[in-house]
């Protein structure tokens, strides 16, 4: 190969890898919310220690909330489902996906997929925090 071909390999090879590397978490935002409290729906299966940080997240991004038992609660709600593994490394998130709901409809969705992208080396909740990043405006 000669130096043009190189470099033309490393370059495809760049954006390949910057593709990959941050296909880990998509979605859309959640338009028409702002300023609006947002109810989150408990879900026993994924656990208090998930909500609770999702929870703080969403505060954090100026929003108040409050946890509520069903869709209907509420005209903005809010649901979560995380699924985890584990290696010889300890407990990781693999998948997990935040829905925002307005009057029962879906209106934005985000999900997270350890094996699109890179594992992410943090915490659970930095992952929550990202994903917050992109739903909430």
Do not use: H
């Amino acid at each position: 190969m000669n130096r043009r071909q190189i470099s033309w390999v490393f370059g495809t090879a760049a954006a390949l890898a910057a593709v990959v590397c941050c296909a880990g978490i998509e979605g859309a935002k959640a338009e028409g919310i702002r300023g609006q409290e947002i109810c989150i729906v408990g879900n026993d299966y994924t656990g208090a220690d998930f909500r609770d940080a999702y929870e703080r997240r969403i505060r954090a991004r100026g929003y108040t909330t409050r946890v509520v038992q069903a869709k209907t609660d509420c005209p903005i709600t809010t649901t979560y489902v995380a699924s985890y593994g584990s290696t010889g490394w300890g407990r990781y998130m693999k998948t997990a996906m935040l829905t925002i709901l307005r009057d029962g409809e879906e209106i934005a969705v985000v999900r997270y997929n350890v094996a699109r992208g890179k594992p992410f080396k943090g915490k659970v909740e930095d992952v929550i925090g990202e994903m917050v990043e992109v739903l909430c405006p």
